[in-house]
């Protein structure tokens, strides 16, 4: 098994069932906030975006830099589990400006590309050694960082299917 393999499949995977949350929305929906304090699904959307954005930076980063911090293995799996609440530190904050779903999904794709491009050429050894600080979880390697994207994924793709239910739900009690 080459580098990652799985966890570039499950990322591609992930990244199907982002689009499949979303389809059909329209992007009145998509802007729709359903209690103060909350987010749309433009801006769960936005945030992904901002958060890869800043992973692929912290991974070009870790490459240029010659501190070797080392990662212990763990599974980050848990990050999946919507029942524990994570405030979003404010860089990774989506703005409450009206989002273009289309505009949303370039962002997205232009961010995974740029996350792909720069693992690509990675060796084995690297992937699993390099490492850089997480806010949360500490010393994460680059291989860590790469299933975190998943899960975090997969965690809001939960987030849009709640906030579509209760948009559902919004809707049948007007």
Do not use: Y
Not at 76 to 95: G, W
Not at 107 to 116: F, P, Q, V
């Amino acid at each position: 098994m080459k580098k990652g393999e799985i966890t570039m499949d499950k990322l591609a995977k992930t990244r199907e069932d982002l689009w499949l949350s979303i389809s059909g929305l329209t992007n009145e929906q998509a802007n729709e906030v359903i209690e103060e304090g909350t987010w749309s699904i433009a801006q769960v959307l936005e945030h992904l975006h901002l958060m890869e954005r800043n992973v692929v930076r912290g991974i070009r980063d870790a490459l240029l830099s010659d501190e070797k911090l080392k990662a212990e293995q763990k599974s980050l799996e848990f990050v999946k589990d919507r029942t524990h609440k994570v405030k979003a530190p404010d860089n990774l904050v989506p703005s409450n400006d009206f989002k273009v779903l289309e505009r949303l999904k370039e962002e997205l794709t232009d961010t995974r590309k740029a996350l792909l491009e720069c693992i690509k050429d990675i060796k084995e050894d690297d992937f699993n050694e390099i490492s850089f600080i997480h806010r949360r979880f500490g010393v994460l390697s680059i291989k860590q960082w790469v299933s975190l994207v998943g899960f975090h994924e997969h965690r809001h793709i939960n987030q849009i299917e709640e906030i579509k239910q209760n948009l559902k739900l919004s809707k049948e009690r007007l």
